[in-house]
């Protein structure tokens, strides 16, 4: 005797009841196929819609900054434990300080796992000047080579060169129309206690208007100078590699150093909660679809039972168990959902290329990319597979648990 | 004739016991059938023939009594030993023929070869070959149940009854639903395997002059068995509908 594969008859069974109930499994599996489709081109649209988003947000945005802690009132009087005692302190004004050793901070973030690039800078208020204009500026001192790998700066230069000496400045191109400046022209850049002329090397479209009207990028030194910190540098910008992560990475660093840290998450909380409240959506519409299709297979497979009530006595007074009557069905289900699941792949997959094809913003290009990483679509599959046979189960149990001489008799 | 292949003794059989419609089918039969007979079961309409042969088939236990088939005490196997036992032992022909629709009349003679090994091994195509080769059907092996006729149907029955040798096959009215002449047929055919190869028949009928046909007959009646002889000595046919 061949040794027989395993499930070769209730495999050979199955399919046979699928094909005999042609109409009937056409329509569920194309229902399943509808399904899956909605749950694949959703996910790949709110994936595609959220890697846009935060790639916009933490391309002009370090994902971890480090900066020196806040200056707080100490308490006069010492409070015991279990006393109260009313004061009124008021808060202390904050005033630019450098991170305490800061180089120190830099080398130990750089050697630290899941940091991908780290950027010390001297940053504070200042203003610009050029003839009567004047405006509030946020003055950036860098090495602009490790700021360039924390936010892509480079990408983002629409005139002049990519480059700063000593007395040059990049500034955001809003800044440079109210200023009515060009590359190559100078502007003076004043605090409260100095002065400095610089040349206009580069503009650059940080992508955000406001940023655009008040970023000015000058060497690290030329801050210092001028923000009256030598030698300091008042924040510590990181990269990490995986951007979820920030926030648990942040957590820790601020366990460690005697630092302020705050991940991407901590300053954009709106964001957050948006993106967050949109993959709640996707796994509630996600969880809709699956009911509905468990229920459409799990209908048709009930009738598909009362109406093979007398085969299914047939087979088992030809000898079939009752496991596998049960597996008969099982297999249907399955099969089911696995044809429609794949049908429903190559369903989203073509509405997600009308999608990049017809839906353009204003500038003609597509809105953003969105495509069907082959983990969702294999994710998705699953589901439908579990689905189909999940809906199995007691249709199948019914009719492994039929009587065999009722079911003749029908 | 051959050793005991069926003993019943003291069977009961009650449909919804213990509620207000319980109705009691069978009243302590005896049976013997032994390897080799070819038997009538005749009865009227109620008798409890289907039930008795249910019974017989495995299809339905007992409620009381003890049935050894094949040498195996039915009553102390599970559903699965039942199966099993069914399997090997007893081929099935029912009124209604009872092919499967979505195979072929090949399909359908190999499907309990299928049930039991999974797959149809060519050994057991042959086999299907020759059965419908000798019931004559060795030209429709490829149509589907729909595309035959009843009488062809119900030979495909037989050779799917036959399939896996089964010792005794259990016909339930096999020619109730057939004219005069595929009847005949039909029961030839089973006579002359009968005759041939000695596989045990059990053929319940309501047509007096096939039960005649039979070598020994048993009448049913009200769950009782009435008469049970040989067919020379159970006088004329005609007396039982």
């Excluded at chain 1, 006393?83 to 991170?99: F, P």
């Excluded at chain 2, 005749?42 to 409890?48: A, E, L, M, Y």
């Amino acid at each position: 005797m061949t040794k027989a594969l395993p499930l070769a008859f209730e495999f050979s069974v199955a399919l046979r009841f699928l094909r005999e109930g042609r109409f009937q499994s056409l329509l569920i599996i194309v229902g399943v196929a509808a399904g899956v489709a909605v749950v694949a081109y959703i996910s790949a649209l709110v994936t595609g819609l959220q890697t846009n988003t935060l790639n916009k947000t933490l391309g002009a945005q370090a994902h971890i900054v480090i900066s020196p802690p806040d200056e707080r009132v100490a308490p006069a009087w010492p409070v015991a434990p279990g006393e109260r005692h009313a004061s009124d302190t008021q808060a202390r004004a904050q005033r630019l300080r450098t991170i305490a050793n800061w180089p120190a901070v830099d080398a130990a973030m750089s050697r630290r796992a899941g940091i991908s690039a780290v950027s010390p800078m001297t940053a504070g208020a200042a203003l610009a000047r050029r003839g009567e204009a004047t405006r509030a500026i946020a003055l950036t001192g860098v090495d602009l080579a490790r700021y360039d790998r924390i936010v892509n700066l480079r990408e983002k230069l629409v005139a002049g060169s990519f480059r700063i000496g000593p007395g040059e400045a990049i500034v955001g191109k809003t800044l440079a129309e109210d200023l009515g400046v060009r590359v190559g022209d100078r502007i003076t850049l004043s605090t409260d206690s100095r002065s400095d002329s610089v040349r206009i090397n580069g503009m650059v479209d940080l992508g955000i208007k406001d940023l655009n009207r008040r970023v000015v990028i000058v060497p690290q030194r030329s801050a210092q100078s001028l923000l009256d910190l030598t030698g300091g540098a008042t924040q510590i910008d990181l990269r990490v590699n995986d951007v979820w992560a920030a926030q648990a990475l942040a957590a820790s660093l601020a366990r460690e150093l005697p630092c302020k840290v705050e991940s991407w998450q901590d300053v954009n909380t709106q964001l957050v909660t948006a993106l967050n409240a949109q993959s709640i959506s996707t796994t509630l519409i996600r969880s809709v679809v699956m009911v509905v299709v468990v229920l459409g297979i799990a209908s048709v497979l009930v009738v598909s039972v009362v109406q093979k009530q007398r085969e299914i006595g047939i087979l088992r007074a030809m000898g079939a168990q009752r496991s596998q009557i049960l597996r008969v069905f099982l297999i249907q289900g399955g099969m089911v959902g696995l044809l429609g699941s794949v049908l429903g792949t190559g369903i989203a997959v073509a509405m997600i290329k009308v999608f990049t094809t017809f839906v353009r913003g204003a500038d003609g290009l597509p809105l953003f990319s969105i495509t069907l990483p082959p983990e969702t679509a294999l994710q998705t599959m699953a589901m439908a597979l579990a689905a189909g046979l999940l809906a199995a189960v007691a249709p199948a149990r019914r009719a492994a648990r039929m009587d065999p001489a009722q079911a003749i008799r029908m | 004739m051959g050793a005991e292949l069926v003993q019943l003794s003291g069977i009961h059989k009650v449909y919804n016991a213990g509620q207000p419609n319980e109705i009691e089918v069978l009243h302590g039969l005896d049976l013997r059938i032994r390897q080799g007979e070819f038997a009538a079961l005749i009865g009227p309409s109620g008798s409890g023939k289907s039930t008795l042969l249910n019974v017989l088939g495995l299809l339905e236990r007992a409620s009381a009594g003890e049935y050894v088939l094949a040498g195996q005490t039915v009553s102390a196997l599970d559903d699965d030993g039942l199966t099993r036992l069914r399997r090997d032992t007893l081929g099935f022909v029912f009124q209604f023929h009872h092919l499967l629709p979505a195979f072929s009349a090949e399909e359908n003679v190999t499907m309990p070869a299928r049930v039991r090994d999974g797959v149809v091994t060519p050994q057991a195509r042959a086999r299907a070959r020759e059965l419908l080769d000798a019931v004559g059907l060795a030209h429709a092996m490829d149509r589907t149940p729909a595309q035959l006729s009843g009488g062809m149907q119900q030979r495909v029955a037989i050779a799917r009854a036959l399939m896996l040798q089964p010792a005794l096959v259990l016909a339930d009215e096999p020619t109730g639903n057939l004219d005069t002449a595929s009847s005949n047929e039909v029961f030839g055919l089973m006579r002359r395997i009968h005759d041939e190869v000695g596989t045990s028949f059990l053929v319940v009928t309501h047509d007096p002059r096939l039960a005649g046909r039979c070598d020994r007959i048993i009448e049913l009646v009200d769950g009782r068995i009435d008469r049970d002889g040989p067919t020379s000595v159970s006088a004329s046919p005609s007396s039982s509908t």
